[in-house]
């Protein structure tokens, strides 16, 4: 929090780890590029598989609790800043069958817009702002549970900080991770974050009506889909006018269905 409300330590610090990054002769794995911009000391020391399987170990337990001791069905959101994930959940969230109890987790870096946006529909909302942390993860997650009442809800959405690059490495114990990706963003973007594509289980295409505009080809977007998770669900949708969004809606009734016998994230 405090590293964005000083300007000057914000400046200095990513041109600083840049740095230390062009030094290196060779690429980073995901999850050692992963720390920069963490706060993390780069000086050779990486952040382990044994971490990682921390998490992982971490995810599965949240999701015994979430959807197996409290039958609640866990869906998370992510995606770059802007794609168009908070309005796709108040999509899902009006489609819903009036007897379904349903809460949001909302991760930002900073502030409660969005968590506000949610209150003004019907559920249980729980903020959490991550100050430099550019992800949710398990341990964020399950604090915030605490605010919810799990007993009471049937459904759950979470939505991740809006980033393309740091979510892969955290699952959070959810049923599907759904990445949205907006024709803004360019219809290049899936070839640019393939590894993203193959961590999740389902991707949308939004921003469908202004395509055209930005120029990007949605079926080039499609097919690049295809060709890096070839078992994704995908999606195409206009979150302005919530064309597509049944179809969404639709998939996720089916992974609620699936149940318990399914793999989790
Ligand atoms: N034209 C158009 N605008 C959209 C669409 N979906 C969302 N928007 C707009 O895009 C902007 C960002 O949408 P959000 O839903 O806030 O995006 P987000 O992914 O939640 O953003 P962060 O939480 O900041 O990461 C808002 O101004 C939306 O009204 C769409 O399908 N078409
Ligand atoms: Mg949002």
């Known amino acids: 929090m405090t590293l964005f ?44 598989d044994d ?40 999509h899902l969230i009006e489609r819903a069958p009036s007897d379904e109890a349903i809460g949001v987790v909302v991760g930002d870096v900073a502030g409660d817009d969005d968590a506000r946006r949610f209150r003004t529909h019907d559920v249980d909302v729980a903020n959490v702002t991550t100050g430099k942390e550019c992800h949710l993860d398990p341990g964020l997650l399950g604090d915030a549970l605490t605010d919810l009442d799990l007993n009471a809800l049937d459904r759950l959405y979470v939505e991740n900080v809006g980033n393309m690059v740091c979510p892969a490495d955290f699952p959070l114990g959810a049923q599907a991770r759904v990445l949205v990706v907006s024709t803004t963003e360019g219809d290049d973007v ?37 060709d890096v998770a070839p078992e994704m669900d995908v999606f195409r949708t206009n979150g302005r006018d919530g064309d597509g969004l049944d179809a969404v809606a639709s998939f996720l009734t089916d992974v609620r269905a699936a149940g318990h016998d399914h793999a989790h994230h």
Request: aromatic residues 4%; positive net charge.
């Open 5 to 48: 409300t000083h300007p000057r330590r914000s400046h200095r610090f990513p041109i600083h780890r840049l740095r230390r990054v062009l030094r290196r002769k060779n690429p980073l794995p995901v999850a050692r590029a992963h720390r920069f911009g963490h706060g993390d000391d780069a000086d050779g020391t990486d952040m382990s």
């Open 51 to 90: 971490v990682l399987a921390q998490y992982r170990e971490q995810a599965r337990a949240l999701h015994e609790r979430l959807v197996h001791d409290h039958d609640v069905s866990v869906v998370e959101f992510l995606g770059a800043t802007g794609s168009g994930k908070t309005t796709l959940i108040e």
């Open 190 to 226: 899936v070839r640019k974050h393939p590894l993203l594509f193959e961590a999740c289980d389902a991707a949308v295409i939004n921003k469908i009506d202004i395509a055209d505009a930005v120029g990007a080809d949605i079926d080039r977007m499609a097919s690049d889909i295809a």
